[in-house]
């Protein structure tokens, strides 16, 4: 089909991601893991931020994946 493109590395698919997220025009809905915190991370959510207000979206992350690292409160 003609809309979908192979990703073949970890780099396309952090770049296909962040361009997509920038370019948004309706809504971004992103499904992953966790977040993590290096600097390609904070770029997405950067760009994440810039849109937020703008387009509508939807993030889904895993609770107990996405408290790693986080102090705990037992």
Same mark, same amino acid.
């Given at each position: ?10 780099? @396309?698919?952090?770049?296909? +991601? +962040? ?6 025009? @309706? ?11 290096? @600097?390609? @991370? ?5 760009? +994440?931020?810039?849109?937020?207000? =703008?387009? =509508? ?7 107990? =994946? ?9």
């Amino acid at each position: 089909p003609r809309h979908i493109s192979i990703l073949r590395s970890p780099d @396309e698919f952090y770049q296909t +991601l +962040l361009t997509g997220i920038r370019e948004s025009r @309706e809504r971004v809905l992103l499904a992953a893991l966790y977040l993590g915190p290096g @600097e390609q @991370e904070q770029a997405l959510a950067a760009a +994440l931020q810039e849109k937020a207000g =703008r387009v =509508r979206m939807s993030l889904l992350f895993d609770g107990n =994946r996405g408290r790693r690292g986080m102090p705990s409160t037992a």
